[in-house]
């Protein structure tokens, strides 16, 4: 596995596999590595791509208040977990490879990034647009890998790339969870056993509607209701949104759907966080 840190090396690297007449499949990541990342990296080698990961903290995605200084960078492990399975080249950079000096230009889409995580954290998803946006022109990749787990995050992405023309297909990889059923998540270490315990809730939440639209209850209130009793119960968290919504326009819904996409955060703590589950048969557009 190469480790690469500018550009320049991360195009001759790329440039390099290609000359092998292979495809390249990308796999971007903010590191601290888990199992969920690394099935990203399962999923592209298993498509039969020379795989990509890019391990970058992209400071455009945070708020001031918020966790960029602490946010876990554990380099070694990280690089591990992408030789472990199978990653050819790693992208590595520093900051101001990303965003040298005099950086000015950003991706923004419109709507889609204004509710849910996009009101809680205004900022946010322009960071991240803008990140992917650059590391597609980086990587020339012919397929990127993202987790349904940031499921409007990768809305988002999936509109960039129709709306910009961008040649990298994006390909969305199911949610990982612990036995417990947790998601997983890099920022799931920060929460203390009851907190963890109390975080919980999100997943039971989301178990709750998928039992009622198995049931064959499509009515999104009703939906709702289910999953609110659930986290209404739970005195440790702090609930920011509990709802139904169109699995690509991320509108809250009020009438029934074959496909719907029930989406929770909250805060434990100090810890935000979010999940989701797509009730009904999703194909990504």
Sequence with gaps: MLVV??????????????????????VPTMGALHAGHASLIDHSVADHHATVVSIFVNP??????????????????????????GAEVVYYPAVHDVYPTGFRTTVHVAELGTRWEGAARPTHFDGVTTVVAKLFGMVG?????????DFQQQTLIRQMVRDLNMPTQVKVCPI?????????????????????ASGLALSKSLLAAQQHWNQGDRDPALLMSAMQAILAAEP???LS?????????????????????AMVAGRVGT???????????????
């Design 5 to 26: 840190e500018t550009v320049p090396e991360l195009r001759q690297a790329v440039s390099q596999l290609r000359s092998t007449r292979r495809s390249i499949g990308f």
């Design 60 to 85: 455009l995605q945070f708020a001031p208040h918020e966790d960029l200084t602490k946010y876990p960078r554990p380099r070694t492990a990280d690089l591990k977990i992408c030789d472990d399975h």
């Design 141 to 149: 990749a012919d397929i990127a890998y993202f987790g349904q787990k």
């Design 176 to 196: 990982v969870r612990d036995p417990d059923g947790m998601a997983l998540s890099s920022r799931n270490i920060y929460l203390s056993n009851a907190e963890r």
């Design 236 to 238: 440790g968290l702090e």
């Design 241 to 261: 949104y509990a709802s139904i919504a169109d699995v690509e326009t991320l509108e809250p819904l009020t009438s029934p759907q074959p496909v719907v996409v």
């Design 271 to 285: 810890t935000r966080l979010i999940d989701n589950a797509v009730l009904g048969p999703w194909q990504p557009l």
